[in-house]
């Protein structure tokens, strides 16, 4: 038997543009993957190619126009018993904390009602869990009895993690759960994650746009461009990549160490630039190294490098 | 010239607890200061005070002098009319501030037509001016767009250009490169570079990115629980921190070369 988890096959999305001469926007086009039990797989990709779309068709909040999901070799996405059955194995943590709460819900009802619906607890014994959830995440008990805007973004972010791991879900989708936390408290959730990972053997995928945090917490990593995935590789790798879109993303970022910046160019983007290309690769027309055949064909993800587990689409690579 | 001078601000909303503790600093013309600290520290309640966005009487001690000039002296009106000329801000959660039901381009219509300018044409090649600056290419969709058919980053994409569209003496960044991928991320930083390069702009970044904020910023001062509890030179603050808090965030950013967590000293 496999270890694969999730396993995403040929996946696509595409929106109606609401200015109709445009027509329509492939937000997702011909994605496939595979995570393993206790893996995590980072995603990181240019703002708008659809990584969030990707993570709502994999928890069924927008539905897929073609392609497979599978969670442990069955396939869910016409399942009958959808809904609440995937909502426990999959659970999803978003950016901003406190879209996820009633504000005038207190933290330990938030923490009760999940056990109470998902784990069919009784009350009390949901609230005896909430206390060793908060122990878990670190949190003093008395935020038990507080509402959201009495906790800070940071402390929400823990509670919303701590809910999400007390249903005991197979996969846990983290879509940019720490970009707007202090790079304290997000080093802090960020071993919390890894340690209950290690702990439990969770499973997660986890967007965001900080190469080196997602690194530092992922086993592997996909860039994506433009709807499609465009490189794949291991964590310690990274620096390794070799896809143009991936050399441009890790010769942009912005050190502490090393603040002198001059070294990052700006490209500015010529005003005739198109949205997203008929046809050939997308990148190409950023693309420093575009040949010919990148207008003619789309390139189509093959091992690159040495090391195992690399691939990349781009015509350098498979020629 | 200084643009803006904080005298012990306190601020409150409970009457109980200080949001913002004795906070005093000021900004000279052309100047570009960082802000980091603490999530809930008051960073975002610190620029709201400077726009005059806060409930009446919240402030408890201090004044705000803008050009030289105290808010409670201005009239509500030129207040009004302040923001967005002299001063501008990018939110941090752009589609909060948003409305949900109406197209992107009639609310950018609508901010550009409240601070003079006139004429449909002329707004519309603004608005494709400045959102190509962020990479927002595809401008006939995202004028077209509700806020809920962008993506994150295309809407603190599309706050930031509306915010840079009338060349402020003052930007007010909050958090502007939070939702962006880093190549766009180094766009927009290189964007309000240009904005004080050309124009003189002041501006103040409040960012969780100590990265960007080194790279940016002349004066950097560090928050946590209301306080301002550093301020100095980019420099020295990074290469020799005074206090406890701040080497504590120094020592958290995770860096490309660092090692990878691996859950094991723990
Ligand atoms: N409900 C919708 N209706 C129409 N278009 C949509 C909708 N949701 C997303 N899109 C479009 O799909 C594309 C992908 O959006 P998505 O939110 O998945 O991007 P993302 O990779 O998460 O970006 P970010 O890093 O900025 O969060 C964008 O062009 C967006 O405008
Ligand atoms: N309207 C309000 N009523 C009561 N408390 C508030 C209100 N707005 C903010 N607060 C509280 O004020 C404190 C400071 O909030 P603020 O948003 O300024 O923090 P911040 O430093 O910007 O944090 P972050 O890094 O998470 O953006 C927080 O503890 C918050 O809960
Ligand atoms: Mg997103
Ligand atoms: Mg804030």
Redesign the pocket.
Known sequence: MSDALLEVSHLSKSFESGNLEKGMIPAVRDVSFQINRGECLGIVGESGCGKSTLARLITLLTPADSGKIRLNGSEYMHSKDKGREIYRQIQMVFQDPFSVFSPRMQIGTFLEDGLVYYQLLTRRKAAEEAVKLMRMVELPEELLNRFP??????QLQRVVIARAISIHPSLIILDEATS???VSVQKQILELLVRLKKEQKLTYLFIGHDLAVVRSISDRIQIMYAGSVVEELRSENLKQAVHPYSRELLDSIFSVRDRHTERIQVKTLSLADAGYEACGCQYRRRCPCAMSVCAEKVPELTKAGQEPGHTAACFLVSR | MTILELKHISLT??GI?N??DDISFSVQSGEIIGIV????????????VILGLI?DGSVTKGECFLFGRSASERKRRELKKLRGEEVAMIF?DTGRYMNPISRVGAQYKEYLTAHGYRGRKKCIEKEKEMLSRVHLKDTERILHAYPFELSGGMRQRVGIAMAMSLKPKLLLA??PTSALDVTMQAQVVYEMMELRRKYGTSIIL?T?NIGVAACMSDKLGI?QN?KLVEWGNTGDIISCPQTEYTRTLLDSVIEIDDERMTGKNE
Do not use: C, F, N, W
Request: glycine share 18%.
């Open positions: 805007h009495q906790l800070s973004g940071g707007a936390l202090d | 909303y409970d607890r949001i913002l600290g603490e999530s809930g520290s008051g960073k975002s309640t610190l620029l709201h409930p941090q909050d958090e409040v969780h928050m209301g």
